[in-house]
């Protein structure tokens, strides 16, 4: 396997450019998930790697070898792509070979590798079906089987999991992560999901409108956000943001939103007296509660799931989403006291809306 580096990459269309120098190195066995609302750039840049499509500028380098120039099929890599684009008329054991055919490989190592591929993947009992026969999961460990036979240096996944169910997707998110751990692939992945980000990825690269946000691990980006677009784009409910100006009186630290509702703030919290600050909170870090400093909120709607109740409720004008373990009963209309964990708030500057 192989490391891949991105050296301050830039992409153009005509005279509009849509990768904005973008660097980054992802280790030898490591799994990268590159994340962001449509049109950030992500399958763009997979592409670049990938050698569909062309670098306007920067280098990506392979292995230590710079690929600007090589053709896609000489790059060492696999890609699988969001339609399984498989050949009708062939059986998935033809499907899966049909690379290594086309190499002119030796019959009983093509054998060898779609059969190892198949045992991997749970198709071994499928290989004389044809794609028409196969569910949509089927398909798409076809496709991903059809990578693997190839033993290349590096697995690029554009959006795989998009065509199917909502049950699908998490089946074969395991079955992915599994793969990767058993194969200890270099994998490049791309989604717009952050939930497959999150649960899947090693690190994460966020991207927005052709740039890179922050890249870490999932962890990392989760509780230590940069700025107001990864603190929003990531996590489900998204978090919810307040603006108002930071006041301190003794040992005690708060937030006055313009609508005049006091947001709880550490002590120790960052920023100066009277400065605009955008303070944010996650859904999961409210709790009720009945102390001085609580937002007072009246419900809007209840949603439970059985093992979780989630709230939406109107504080003097905003909407503040929270969600509570276990089963709770609220009334549209009812007044309840919502209290911000200390621990987990997140301040941002209101003009850079940058982490302070």
Same mark, same amino acid.
């Given at each position: 396997? &192989?490391?891949? !580096? ?10 509009? @450019? ?5 660097? &980054? ?8 998930? %590159? ?14 790697? &990938?050698?569909?499509?062309? /670098? ?20 060492? /890599? ?25 190499? +002119? ?5 093509? !054998? ?13 009992? #499928? ?31 554009? @959006? ?22 058993? #194969? ?10 952050? %939930? ?7 690190? /994460? ?28 784009? %990531? ?7 307040? @603006?108002?100006? /930071? ?11 313009? !609508?005049?509702?006091? %947001? ?6 960052? +920023? ?7 303070? +944010? ?22 949603? *439970?799931?059985?093992?979780? *109740? ?15 373990? +276990? ?30």
């Amino acid at each position: 396997m &192989a490391t891949v !580096d991105v050296r301050n990459v830039r992409k153009s269309f005509g005279d509009h @450019e849509v990768i904005h120098g973008i660097s &980054a190195f992802i280790e030898d066995r490591e799994f990268v998930i %590159l994340v962001g609302p449509s049109g950030c750039g992500k399958s763009t840049l997979l592409r670049m790697i &990938a050698g569909l499509e062309d /670098i306007t500028a920067g280098e990506i380098a392979i292995g230590g070898r710079v690929v600007n120039d090589v053709r896609a099929k000489e790059r060492d /890599i696999a890609m699988v792509f969001q339609n399984y684009a498989l050949y009708p008329h062939m059986t998935v054991y033809r499907n899966m070979a049909f690379s290594l055919r086309l190499k +002119g490989m030796d019959r009983d190592e093509i !054998d060898r590798r779609v059969k190892r591929a198949a045992e991997i993947l749970n198709l071994s009992d #499928l290989l004389q079906r044809q794609p028409r026969q196969l569910s949509g999961g089927q398909r798409q460990r076809v496709a991903m089987g059809r990578a693997i036979v190839r033993n290349p240096q590096v697995f690029l996944f554009d @959006e795989p999991l998009s065509n199917l169910d909502a049950k699908l997707r998490v089946q074969m998110r395991s079955e992915i992560k599994d793969l990767h751990q058993r #194969l200890g692939a270099t994998t490049v992945y791309v989604t717009h999901d952050q %939930l497959e980000a999150m649960t899947m990825a090693d690190r /994460i690269v966020v991207m927005s409108e052709g740039y890179v946000e922050q890249m870490g691990s999932p962890l990392e980006l989760y509780d230590q956000p940069v700025n107001t677009f990864v603190a929003g784009f %990531l996590g489900s409910p998204a978090m919810n943001f307040f @603006e108002g100006r /930071i006041g301190r009186e003794d040992a005690r630290a708060w937030v006055d939103t313009a !609508d005049g509702t006091s %947001l709880p703030l550490p002590a120790s919290a960052p +920023g100066n007296e009277g400065q605009t600050v955008i303070y +944010g909170v996650r859904p999961e870090h409210i709790g009720l509660s009945g102390e001085t400093l609580a937002m007072e909120a009246g419900v809007v709607v209840m949603e *439970t799931t059985g093992s979780a *109740t989630q709230l939406l409720a109107d504080v003097a004008g905003t909407r503040v989403v929270a969600a509570f373990n +276990g089963r709770h009963v609220f009334r549209p209309g009812e007044r309840v006291s919502l209290h911000p964990e200390l621990e987990h708030v997140h301040l941002f500057d209101a003009e850079t809306r940058q982490r302070l």
